[in-house]
Nanobody
Framework: QLQLVESGGGLVQAGDSLRLSCAAS????????MAWFRQAPGKEREFVAY????????VYADSVKGRFTASRDNAKNTLYLQMNSLQPDDTAVYYC??????????????????WGQGTQVTVSS
């Protein structure tokens, strides 16, 4: 069974950058399609980014397109989310998620089988 642990969150100012990491263990990381989601206080969880098994294909939410970049290092069993030009609206708990199945429903949390515990990102204005 795959275990996921996020790290790299913190408190930053608007315009700053952060890189989140998601360390995977317990199974063959390269066989999983990965995604990032986030949940702000009082709001529903929302899709942020998706990356295919070898990183060739990515999908982003419109709200982060051009600012965030998802990547992965299968040799290190790690998923990344580089976040640039952060804004207060980016404040949320960020989660990584994994699935083995092939589907076009990249943006649906229901498509993913494994989740990390989340890491808090707070952006002050």
């Amino acid at each position: 069974q795959l275990q996921l642990v996020e790290s790299g969150g913190g408190l930053v100012q608007a315009g700053d950058s952060l890189r989140l990491s998601c360390a995977a263990s317990g199974d063959i990381f390269s066989t999983y399609r990965m995604a990032w989601f986030r949940q702000a206080p009082g709001k529903e969880r929302e899709f942020v980014a998706y990356i295919s098994r070898i990183g060739v294909s990515t999908v982003y939410a419109d709200s982060v397109k051009g600012r965030f970049t998802a990547s992965r290092d299968n040799a290190k069993n790690t998923l990344y989310l580089q976040m640039n030009s952060l804004q207060p609206d980016d404040t949320a708990v960020y989660y990584c998620a994994a699935r083995m199945t092939a589907t076009t429903e990249h943006m649906s949390g229901k498509s993913y089988d494994y989740w990390g515990q989340g890491t808090q990102v707070t952006v002050s204005s």
